[in-house]
């Protein structure tokens, strides 16, 4: 297949019957693909059935896409500059939707969203609407004038429009900064899923990983990555879509749960408030709100506690010895000794997080279609918590989506489209490829939890389904169960289920074949892969072509420019893999993270770009100054992580209304606008030339133009 | 730019556009979020905030999108249309 697209894709003549008949063509391919793509998990059912081993299906599915995209990115390889940053301009609107769906789609959606709704119940629709909404943002006010500025980068354009070298360079760190975190998360998630699906250590899936990123977009660049992310996009969604139909069929008799689940939304309510008044699940509470109360005892009694506990650790495991007890029990006593804290410093770390672990399991449970729902019994209480997570939510909200219209390597797509036309008909498309799956994960939680709620809780220790045993065992951030109260019966309060098995597991519970579980990796595969290829191509690409070509070498070759950006693409990925493997951090901070930084740095520079005439290179250095400053300064300080790193006290650093450290963005934004505004009102007007290009940029694009631009002196 | 009405006009209507979608997204994401707790009544069988930010405001999301692209292409082809005759191109889109 994709040697004839690499054959149809010099077709220039002729733009428009070109475009069509191209456009027929990928059709052609790519739905054929899609019918391959279903024989071949057809074929590996039916080896299934026939005894193929499990292991042997999840290589399979490994090897042959992460082939598929070698081949493709191999087929696709090129050294023609336009062809290498932005894919030749020439990839029709529905196509392009699906790659940006694919640039999208991360791990985070494909593995955590489902996981992440199942935890937070209506909270975690925050991250629904604001990955969705945001395309609002970049269809109205950024993709059809940086389609009609046409470059290759988004420095390229702050560049342009703001003049100077300064502004350049300040958005193309922003870029860098926000996509390299961005990337990490995604290097994480690969190897997470590398390393479940072939049973390899975590370093070797990383690696893995990353040999699968630079197949598809070393040799090729944006073009190689359009279509390995088209065929990625097909497969995710597939592989997403396939098991939500079948689970779906099996609770609400429709293939399609969308838009038939509410009588299991029913169902889950009743039961929840069922489960509330159960006495056994009250039991386990109490026994939980005792722990905690035991830990804070400690805790308040450090460092006394500490000394006495670590003589009654040693003692235990002496006493054990002495009285011969089973080498089971002696080498938990000694596990526990080992694992006992070194300092009273320590043990007050240790002890408060058991607290909180405690106290939150000993609270009461949570509805799952409740906004803003809070647990605490005082009612002045909690109509504060409640509002907290109001504003929490808001705010979350609104990052993620003025995030989304920040984050470069989504920008760069509406950069290879034929024209501005496309560029919006592309957001459109695209929207509607992420839909597919942002539409799916509601349900999917909704009903994974009531299969829980009703197949697994409640049950007895010795009845429950395989994939608890199994999947506990995988590792405790997965799934714990424990029998608190020893009454045999597995109550809610005594499980604790981690936010990635809701999809990687779903299978399973649905009761499955493990083809299912196999393609569903390979979806998740697909869905880090396609992430961190176009992060990775923003990153060398600002490096080879803002810093390298612009700043430093402006007489550059177009080979040598392209030779370069494939050199800086293979260390930005070594470098990346290697902070990945020191594990920083969780991942979902890790990517709000970046949603903020791009939120606070370079939307409001690239809007007012094109709405505010009077924007001017002072005033939007001194926006993204002031948003990427406020927003690293609000993270470090209130970040638990970053506090522990610096040292600094959690009591003196409150986070400002209640808000979380993950939607900084809430008031970097406003802030670096605010910037934005007065420097540029204090300070002179853009000169002509740059007015012009505002101008410009305005009107629709001509025919014939095609987005084309005579350079501007810079 | 500023003597051409026509290409003046061609921006005011784009931006009136894009004014109202906003307002349109930023009523569904966050007056409707903020009110959530009060407006979760039964709406066909769902409860009506949790409905809507788990599907009904994504799918106004992609007709906002589709709104636009449709409208602003054919203001495109009648800008295109009535090039050099400043007074055809329609006032209204």
Redesign the interface.
Known sequence: MPESISAALPARADPLAGERSFFRLLCRYYGTFTLGFFAFVMLLWLGERAGLPRVLIGYTFLFATIGLYAGIGIMSRTTDVAEYYVAGRRVPAFFNGMATGADWMSAASFIGLAGSLYLLGYDGLAFVLGWTGGYCLVALLIAPYLRKFGQFTIPDFIGARYGGDVARAIAMVAAITCSFVYVVAQIYGLGLITTHLTNVDFSYGVFLGLAGILVCSFLGGMRAITWTQVAQCIILLVAYLIPVAWIGLKYTNSPLPQFAYSSVLEQLTAREQQLAQDPQEQAVRQIYRQRAAEANARIAALPGSWQKGQIEARKKVEDLKAHRASILEVRAAERVLAGYPTSPQEARHVWQQEATEFTERAGPLMPHTEPFWSGEADPEKAEHARTVKRWNFLALVFCLMAGTAGLPHILMRSYTTPNVDQARKSIFWALFFILLLYLSAPPLAALVKYDVYTAVVGKHFSDLPEWVASWSRIGPSFLRVEDVNHDGVLQLAEMQVGSDIVVLAMPEIAGLPYVISGLVAAGGLAAALSTADGLLLTIANALSHDLYFRLINKRASPARRVTMAKILLLLVALVAAFVTLMRPGNIVSLVGLAFSLAAASLFPALVMGVFWRRANRWGAIAGMLTGFGVCTYYISTRFPFFQATLGLDPSNWQPWFGIEPISSGVFAVPLGLAALIIVSLLTRRPDADTEALVDFLRLPDLPGEGGRITMRNQ | ?VGDSR?RR??VQ??HL?VA??LV?FLI??VL??F??AL?FSF????F??YM???G???I??L???V??RW??A??IA??STEGNDDQFPSQA
């Open positions: 730019m290409q061609y921006w784009t931006r894009t979608l906003l997204w994401t966050f979020s903020y959530a707790r979760n066909f069988g769902w409860p905030s949790y930010a788990s599907q405001s994504l799918l999301y992609l906002i999108a589709f636009y692209a602003q292409r203001r495109d800008f295109r």
